[in-house]
């Protein structure tokens, strides 16, 4: 499977296609610009949900979408700026990170512009929800955006069969379904930790979120409306090596992809391939990494084999990402694939959670 899955936006909506997208993605050095690209331009996870999950799009037109293109290379050139504002306060989750990235777009893009963020809203002091943001567009239009970048794994199915080796995987568009896959619920992506579901995730956007700036208690606030609700919801995705089940009719078919392998058949999984392995932290599992070779060893980035990784990642009470790095013929360190390796236990714990 390849790092970033297929292409990106809703179909019919402005955007950039998928082959610009990867081309601007390679030249981007900087790793939060680099980040805040992803976010604007990756495939959402969803389809729409009518009536009131209507998707959020950060271009009304293309001429808005080639614009962002060219202020992200600007921006990459001099990224002082959004480190600077990064650096103002300690993000360490990844939601946050994103809120971050997109609250900079919003102030300081070519495009949609911020009205303000994170807009609490409470009836007699108890706090009923919180918008992330209210925008205006270019022609007028009054936005309220509900942000989530998720990364769930695929509960599975049990089997005993063996793991096919990494080498063996398609380096192209991701797995078609088989005719035989199971029928898929949202209920069955959950969590690496198992405290979040992805159907109760899109619930509480659904019934809760979106609908939060249409209450009688918002107009107190000082920004009444109409505010037309959309959702921006981001991520990955992460199945089974060796299971391709059929996508939930909700989800966008270009969603992000990686796969997920127990700790026992990690070493058959990643026998014959040849690539260097890192795990990565929780704020770089947005954009699929890029590393010069200078910029690997300055940063004292730790690139290794499978055995090794495997030692590493023993410990970790959970699930830890990791990525498939190969050099390409400049010497840049590029991702190909990325994925969990789970404790021997997770899977059956996983499908308990996906049926509760």
């Not at 997208?21 to 980040?35: E, F, G, K």
């Amino acid at each position: 499977m390849t790092a970033g899955g297929a292409a990106a936006g809703s179909s019919g909506a402005p955007g950039i296609d998928a082959a610009s997208r990867a081309t601007l993605l390679d030249s981007l050095h900087d790793p939060s610009v680099r980040a805040l690209a992803w976010l604007l331009l990756s495939a959402d996870l969803l389809r729409p949900q009518p009536p009131v999950g209507v998707l959020a799009n950060p271009f009304e037109t293309q001429q808005e979408a080639q614009a962002t293109v060219d202020w992200l290379r600007a921006l990459d050139a001099a990224p002082e700026p959004l480190h600077h504002d990064l650096a103002a306060t300690r993000i360490t989750r990844l939601g946050r990170y994103a809120e971050r990235l997109l609250g900079w777009f919003l102030q300081h893009g070519p495009a949609a512009r911020l009205v303000v963020a994170g807009v609490p809203l409470r009836r007699a002091g108890v706090t009923l929800g919180e918008c992330d943001f209210l925008v205006q567009t270019q022609r007028g239009a009054r936005l309220h955006w509900e942000l989530a970048v998720k990364c769930y794994l695929h509960a599975g199915e049990e089997r005993g069969q063996s793991i096919a080796p990494l080498s063996a995987q398609s380096s192209g568009s991701p797995s078609t379904p088989s005719p035989t896959s199971s029928l898929a619920q949202l209920s069955n992506y959950v969590g690496p930790n198992l405290k979040d579901r992805f159907d109760l995730k899109l619930a509480h956007v659904l019934a809760h979120q979106l609908p939060l700036s249409a209450r009688e208690e918002f107009a107190s606030v000082g920004y009444p409306g109409p505010w037309t609700p959309q959702m921006f919801i981001k991520g990955w995705l992460f199945y089974r090596h060796g299971e391709t089940p059929s996508d939930p009719v909700e989800l966008d078919p270009a969603h992000g992809r990686g796969w997920w392998v127990t700790r026992s058949d990690w070493l058959a999984f990643a026998a014959a391939a040849t690539q260097k392995w890192r795990t990565l932290p929780r704020l770089e599992w947005l954009a699929p990494q890029r590393h010069s070779a200078d910029e690997a060893q300055s940063a004292g980035l730790s690139f290794v084999d499978a055995p090794t990784l495997a030692g590493q990642t023993s410990h970790q009470p959970g699930p830890a990402m990791v990525a498939a790095f190969a050099e390409d013929s400049a010497g840049n360190l590029i991702e190909r694939s990325r994925g969990f390796i789970v404790p021997d236990e997770w899977p059956e714990q996983a499908r308990n959670y996906a049926q509760q």
